[in-house]
C-alpha cells in the first residue's frame, strides 16, 4: 500500500497561551511610544476582500509517494481561493499605526494519482488573527501609499484521504502557529473619514505537516475613520435690506441771495483694501474652526463692508513651515474657506463673489534664519506666529 507522509499533532492550548500574551505586550509598547498625537489620530475600522492564492509544494508530494511504493504520480492543484479580512486601527499620526484584525485565507487543496492505482485528496484550511505596524507615506492630500510588517497567529487545518493503493494514517492533522506578515498597498480618501485600499499582503504559513510556505492574498477593501475633523459650519444670515434715502429737494431762490446749503453728510472712511488677521486669533494651533475671539474680529470686518461697492474678495490662508507640504496646504486652505463662509453667512454676499485658497507657508513674514531650528518645539512655534495668518483682500474698493 502507498501511504503519504504524517505527523502526530501536540497540544496547542499552552503555546496559544504564550503567543497572545506577547502580541498583547507588543500592542501595549507600540501605544505607549507615541508620546506626541498629531491632529490626524483616530480610531478605524475596515475590511477587505479578495483572491489568495497558495504554494502548494508539488516535489515534496510527489517525493513522500514515491518513497513509500507509487511509480508514478499525477498532481493537480487548487491553489486559490477567495479570501476576506475585517481589522481595526488606531492612527498614531499621519505616518504610523497600529493595526489588528482577523483573516481567513480560505480552502485549498490538492489531488495526486499514482500507481499502483490509487489516489490521495488533500485540503488545508487557514484562518487567524494578525498584529502589524503600519507605514503611511501621502503623495497627495488625497492619495497615499503605505507597507505593513507584522505577525500572523494562524490555524491550519488539515484534511487527507486515500483511495485504492493510498493509505492516510493522519487524515485531519492541525496546528497553530505565529509567522511573518508583510504587505503593500494604495489609499484614496473620498473623505475625511471614507478611504478605499488596494493591498498585496504575504502570510507565512505553518502547514501542519512539517513545511513552512507562503500564501498571497490581493484585496480592495473600504475604512471607516472615527472623529475625523470638519470645519465649523456657519449659519447664513439674510441680507439687511436696504436703507431708505429720500431725494434731494430742488433748490428755491427766495431771494437774491443764495438759500445755504445743508452740510454733506459725513463720508465713511475707505474700506482697508487689504487686512491681515493672526491665524492664532482665529483658530486653535493646528485647526480650522473658528473661536469665539475670532468671530468677534470677522463680526467687526463684516460690519465695516457693509454697504461697500466692491468687486471680489480674496481670503488666502497661509501656515508656518512647520509639517508637510500636503498637510499644510489642506490645513491652509480649511482656514480660508472657513473665514469665506463665515463672511458669505454674516454679510449676505454671493459665494461667487468670495475666493478662498491656500497658499501653505510659500510666503512667510518672518525672514531666513529669523527662526531656527527643524523641531516643532514651543519656542519655534511662538517664534514663526507672524507666517500663521489669513489675509483678507478686498479688490475693486469704492
Keep these: ?15 496559544f497561551a504564550r503567543v497572545s500574551g506577547k502580541l498583547s505586550l507588543i500592542a501595549l509598547a507600540v501605544m505607549a511610544s507615541a508620546v ?11 475590511a477587505n476582500i479578495g483572491q489568495s492564492k497558495a504554494s502548494i509544494d508539488d516535489a515534496r508530494i510527489s517525493n513522500g ?6 511509480t508514478s504520480i499525477s498532481i493537480s492543484d487548487d491553489d486559490r481561493d477567495q479570501a476576506y479580512k475585517i481589522y481595526g486601527g488606531y492612527q498614531f499620526n499621519r505616518y504610523f499605526a497600529l493595526e489588528g484584525g482577523y483573516f481567513d485565507l480560505g480552502r485549498f487543496g490538492f489531488r495526486a494519482d499514482t500507481v499502483p492505482a490509487g489516489t490521495l485528496n488533500g485540503t488545508i484550511d487557514l484562518r487567524g488573527l494578525n498584529l502589524e505596524l503600519v507605514g ?20 491550519a487545518r488539515d484534511n487527507f484521504s486515500g483511495t485504492g493503493a493510498v493509505r492516510v494514517f493522519n487524515a485531519s492533522p492541525d496546528t497553530r502557529d505565529t509567522n511573518l506578515k508583510l504587505g503593500l498597498g494604495l489609499q484614496y480618501a473620498f473623505t475625511d473619514s471614507v478611504a478605499m485600499r488596494a493591498e498585496v499582503e504575504r502570510y507565512r504559513i505553518n502547514d501542519a505537516v512539517g513545511k513552512k510556505g507562503d500564501v498571497d492574498f490581493v484585496s480592495v477593501g473600504l475604512v471607516y475613520r472615527f472623529g475625523a475633523k470638519t470645519p465649523t459650519p456657519v449659519a447664513r444670515a439674510q441680507a439687511p435690506a436696504p436703507a431708505y434715502i429720500a431725494p434731494a429737494a430742488l433748490p428755491v431762490a427766495v431771494s437774491p441771495a443764495p438759500a445755504p446749503q445743508a452740510p454733506p453728510p459725513p463720508v465713511k472712511p475707505p474700506m482697508p483694501t487689504k487686512v491681515t488677521f493672526s491665524a492664532d486669533s482665529l483658530f486653535d494651533f493646528g485647526q480650522a474652526g473658528l473661536k469665539p ?31 508637510s507640504h500636503a498637510y499644510n496646504m489642506k490645513l491652509s486652505t480649511r482656514r480660508a474657506e472657513t473665514v469665506k463662509g463665515y463672511l458669505v453667512g454674516h454679510t449676505g454676499l454671493a459665494d461667487s463673489k468670495i475666493v478662498a485658497k491656500g497658499v501653505d507657508g510659500a510666503d512667510p513674514v518672518t525672514k531666513p534664519g529669523d527662526c531656527p531650528g527643524k523641531k516643532a518645539s514651543k519656542a519655534l512655534i511662538a517664534c514663526l506666529q507672524p507666517d500663521r495668518r489669513v489675509e483678507v483682500e478686498v479688490s475693486g474698493t469704492r
Design 1 to 15: 500500500m502507498v501511504t503519504p507522509p504524517g505527523e502526530d499533532m501536540k497540544s496547542e492550548k499552552a503555546k
Design 36 to 46: 506626541a498625537m498629531a491632529d490626524d489620530s483616530a480610531w478605524y475600522l475596515g
Design 65 to 70: 509517494l514515491v518513497g513509500a511504493g507509487a
Design 136 to 155: 503611511t507615506v501621502p503623495i497627495t492630500e488625497k492619495f497615499s501609499a503605505f507597507g505593513r510588517v507584522g505577525a500572523n497567529y494562524a490555524e
Design 293 to 323: 475671539g475670532g468671530q468677534e474680529r470677522l463680526d467687526q470686518f463684516a460690519a465695516d463692508l457693509r454697504g461697500t461697492d466692491f468687486d471680489v474678495i480674496t481670503v488666502t490662508g497661509h501656515t508656518d513651515r512647520i509639517g
